[in-house]
DNA sequence: AAGGATTACTGCACTCAGTGCGGAAATGCA
DNA sequence: TGCATTTCCGCACTGAGTGCAGTAATCCTT
């Protein structure tokens, strides 16, 4: 048994690892190019074996995710925190921000690698937007758990792909369109679209 | 010059194989399972070399989507044909009803094996979702052509985004519990959640 | 009908992602 | 210190996908 205010060595140790070959991954991607760097590289870069990076990402995607979890488990709290008052689509956009949160990282040399690839490498896009919806799934399971009376799991997963359809949809095209704006206009403009887009849904009542 | 009534032997005989592909990797698929069955197997199945498969598919789960672009002219020609009065979400819906109608032919083998393996095979859902999204960006774009006053590129690329997102949200939510409900059922429940999900957008006026 | 030009087919050798296995090393715990 | 449990990692392997180069089929012109 463990004592839960005990970190082991173990656990520090696979952290460490961890974040290393996210560090190796990032900088060999930037200067090599996605395809052009072998997951041989990348563990030889962390100081580990081939063999071993396999059990700590279970792909080469997985490497440009890897904080997904916690913006899901961040994404599911503020659902679980939610006011008494507010209405479904309230909560589902305050939980999108949060899940939307970490790419305010969107200076982390990671997030804007990971945009590039995103719209650069077709199994990065793959991954990505398989991660997305798995998580559209299981906020959609908890927005319905927080509304019983107003949502079944069904309606909440169309509510939640509605949201962050439009999200993504406006996202892919902003980059599509090759015009030099920064980070902050891109934001802008995305909100704008989003805004106007569900304004049908917050503004009745 | 090609006369464009004349169709060569090498355009017949060039589907004549793509569909003897497909129909192999149905065939194989269901008795062997997708991860069971290499491409060799395929190729072998409809009598070509293995090297010359990838002449006719990119990949592997290509196989899986080849009536995709099909499906996504007959929506783009839906826009372009849209009645002078009606408004852009409409005319959206009704281009996406030409995208689906094709998987009236949940019959079909083909539509029905893809259903399963989405779900089973993240290689597959992955494809499948790049597909799904790139369709929805050119929708995007010939829907924000059709209406220029009223639409730009982002914002029609996120109101396709909500609508799909919203169905493929509804989808992946009834798929994903295991009831033993009927492809008519699952169409029906889908169709509910969504009607009421989009009703605020189309209400209006 | 025959010619050369073009395009498709295919085998070969190769790279790389990812897996199963088994032994060796490191860690946790008493 | 000693023993149990994980973790590490090399090895051998499968299968997807690519580049190349030679051969076969199709096309088009005359």
Redesign the pocket.
Known sequence: ??YCW?V????R??AR?RQALVDAATRLFETQGY?G????DI?AAA??????F????????DLLFPEAEDRLRAALDAIAARDPGDRPAEVLLIALRHVGEASDEIVSPLAALRLELISTVPSVRGRGLQIQQDAQLEIARHLAAAFPDELDVVGAAALTGAFVGAVTGALQALFDQPDGRGPAELRAAMQAAVAQTLAPWMDER
């Open positions: 048994m463990r005990h082991s060595l173990r656990e140790k696979r690892t395809e760097t072998t997951i041989a563990a100081e580990i074996g081939t063999r071993t396999f059990s700590y990402f279970a792909t080469k995607e």
